[in-house]
């Protein structure tokens, strides 16, 4: 059995993220232009217990878990998985969890899901730019800008532009050096 890392706080835009993963899906988000609230709201979820989700994205009105790279047969935890459908069922919306840092999707392999589906990814539209998580980065689920002729075309666009790979790369570049704080 592998040792277990142990996360590095990592301060990025005054936030004092509980890991460097976590702080990377930020520049991620700041980059794509994603707004988004750390740890805005814990929630009592009853006999699953208290849930503090790491991020909420207003403008997608979607939650965001972030966990570690998983091996593709692999889930997380049972009370992740717990956690993410009570808060769904109390809070009415979707919960979303990001395995892994920001990157590239390869061929079958992506790199969130919802609690109780795989195969979701970031996607943005070709024409208006509305930018989403969606299953197999179907970006015709986004909510669209006005007037958007590609709104519900299923696969009018997708995880590969080009804002969203700078947006990996940025996160990847960032450097949380000295626990400064860092803004881009």
């Known amino acids: 059995m592998a040792d277990k890392l142990t996360p590095i706080e990592t301060i990025y835009k005054g936030y004092r993220f509980r ?11 700041d980059t794509l232009g994603v707004r988004w609230e750390y740890e805005s709201e814990g929630f009592n979820l009853g006999r699953a217990g208290w849930y503090l989700p790491d991020f909420f994205l207003p403008d997608l009105d ?3 878990e972030i966990k570690p790279a998983l091996p593709a047969d692999e889930w997380p935890a049972d009370s992740v998985i717990a956690k993410a459908e009570a808060l769904e069922d109390q809070s009415g919306k979707p919960v979303v969890i990001l395995c892994g840092s920001p ?8 790199n969130g899901f919802l609690w109780n589906d795989s195969n979701y990814c970031w996607c943005q539209c070709i024409e208006c730019g509305a930018v989403g998580i969606q299953f197999e980065g179907r970006a015709g689920r986004n ?3 006005a007037n958007c002729t590609q709104n519900g075309n299923d696969r009018g666009a997708g995880w590969w532009s080009i804002d969203i790979t700078i947006a990996w790369q940025a996160s990847r570049a960032q450097r949380f050096e000295y626990n400064r704080s860092q803004s881009k």
């Open 143 to 145: 909510k669209h800008r």
């Open 19 to 29: 890991s460097r993963l976590e702080a990377r899906w930020a520049v991620f988000m």
């Open 103 to 110: 990157g590239p999707i390869e061929e079958g392999s992506y």
């Open 62 to 64: 979607i939650f965001v």
